[in-house]
């Protein structure tokens, strides 16, 4: 699988199940492997990504005003050590956004970027739909609950015009609670889905604080170990790229940054 140029869509229509979190951590461990990642934040009502990226105030132009041709994309791209972010706007009125001025945008990016990774909303609103199609890719995220695995499917089922085989992130999974039946194994989140599993992030205590201060996959020490989290979005990372990898490769024994660099760092062109 080749990397230049792709644009993967970050989704779901249920709102509160990781979104951001997932485009920030895969994008972070693109950066880190050697691949320019740009992340765009697709969410006009929300705007969260900023926050977690830790660069809210980094830029003054935002997506908006580029679709609008209001400023050129390179005005509203900040960068923090190799990682790459477009806003969203701050107060976005619902102004209609023509769909050409998405494929004008991204035909620019992908010039520029080997990924570009769009954290879409929960909401299907026109701009939400402009976003999916020129995306080469989708990954639908959910919680690990059997009714967010069944939202992830509906996700799938809408999107059907535009992605063929989209993927799904299982966030928070806890693995005492599969173990012990009270929540579903991996092997029933398989037979289950009509959607293919390309990673799973367990439970970790440690994200909430780490995103609050701006902390993303792979940002730490090179002799630090990862956390489980860190590892897991890792793995999916890899899984992305074509490695064959399995879900929970060294999650709950995780390796330090060195040891991935080393093994999976991009030879520079």
């Known amino acids: 699988m080749t990397a230049a140029g792709r644009v993967i869509f970050i989704t779901s229509f249920k709102g509160g199940v990781g979104k951001t ?4 951590n895969i994008a972070a461990a693109l950066r880190a492997f050697g691949y320019r990642a740009l992340v ?8 969260c990504m900023d926050l977690v990226l830790g660069c809210e105030s980094d830029t003054v132009f935002d997506c908006f005003d580029v679709l609008t041709g209001r400023c050129e994309p390179e005005k509203a791209i ?7 972010f477009m806003p969203a706007p701050m107060n976005y009125s619902g102004e209609p956004i ?4 998405f494929f004008a945008l991204f035909s ?11 954290d879409s909303s929960a909401d299907p609103s026109p701009y ?9 890719e989708a990954i639908i995220v959910a919680h690990h609950q059997s009714t967010a695995v069944r939202a992830a499917e509906k996700t799938a089922a809408k999107l059907s015009e535009w992605f063929s085989d989209p993927k799904l992130i299982i966030n928070g999974f806890h693995r005492e609670y599969a173990e012990k039946g009270k929540l579903p194994s991996i092997v029933d989140i398989i037979n289950r889905s009509t959607v293919g599993l390309i990673g799973v992030i367990p439970f970790d205590e440690n994200l909430p604080a780490d995103q609050e201060k701006g902390y993303v996959t792979l940002s730490s ?17 890899l899984r992305l790229l074509g490695k064959r990898v399995p879900l929970f490769h060294n999650v709950f024994t995780p390796k330090r940054k060195n040891y991935y660099l080393k093994k999976y760092k991009k030879e520079p062109v």
């Open 98 to 101: 023509p769909a050409d001025s």
């Open 108 to 118: 620019k990016l992908r010039q520029k970027f080997d990924f570009i990774i769009i």
């Open 40 to 47: 765009i934040d697709g969410d006009f009502g929300m705007r």
């Open 221 to 237: 020490e090179k002799n630090a170990r990862l956390k489980k989290y860190e590892a897991a979005f890792v793995n999916t990372t």
């Open 128 to 136: 939400y739909l402009s976003f999916a199609r020129v995306a080469d």
């Open 78 to 84: 900040a960068e923090s050590e190799g990682l790459f």
């Open 21 to 24: 979190t997932a485009a920030a």
